[in-house]
């Protein structure tokens, strides 16, 4: 090989490489985000190790941890996508007919926290179920949807 090809394989492997430690795909198994985010939807997203100090910030589509409640009762960690409502210092009012029977309830997001909901908020489990969730878990920014291609394109 010539030394421009090895210098050329030497550049396209870093980029490679550091595009895949600063991203990773997830992808969506509930309804809970339709019609933005449909079932089987894979997404592109962006590790928060990379992200400014104003992630996680309102209306943005995150991934976060959470702790899943197993049908035996066990608890696992799972992988969830959701949009951020309110983030630390915020005060939201929360209201869901199917949920809290049309009563509204004020919600002051604790420094640190976010408070995340789903966008079909009939089918979404999420903070309204189990409350503020540490901004620490939150783990990355949904960026595209990479597949199916004809769904393929920008969140926002």
Not at 24 to 42: G, K, Q, W
Not at 52 to 70: H, L, S, W
Not at 97 to 114: K, L, M
């Amino acid at each position: 090989m010539h030394t421009a090809e090895l210098v050329y394989l030497a550049v396209l492997t870093l980029t490679f490489s550091m595009i895949a430690s600063f991203t990773c795909f997830v992808r969506v198994v509930s309804d809970s985000m339709a019609p933005t985010l449909l079932v089987d939807d894979r997404l592109l997203v962006i590790r928060r190790a990379v992200l400014t100090r104003c992630f996680p910030a309102r209306g943005q589509i995150v991934v976060f941890t959470a702790d899943a409640k197993g049908p035996e009762g066990g608890s696992s960690r799972r992988r969830m996508v959701k949009r951020v409502a309110a983030t630390g210092g915020d005060s939201i009012l929360v209201g869901d007919d199917v949920r809290v029977e049309g009563v509204c309830r004020r919600v002051d997001v604790p420094a640190g926290g976010v408070y995340v909901l789903g966008d079909n908020r009939q089918v979404s489990r999420d903070s309204r179920e189990y409350g503020c969730i540490p901004s620490r878990q939150v783990t990355g920014l949904v960026v595209l949807v990479v597949w199916p291609l004809r769904r393929a394109r920008a969140v926002r």
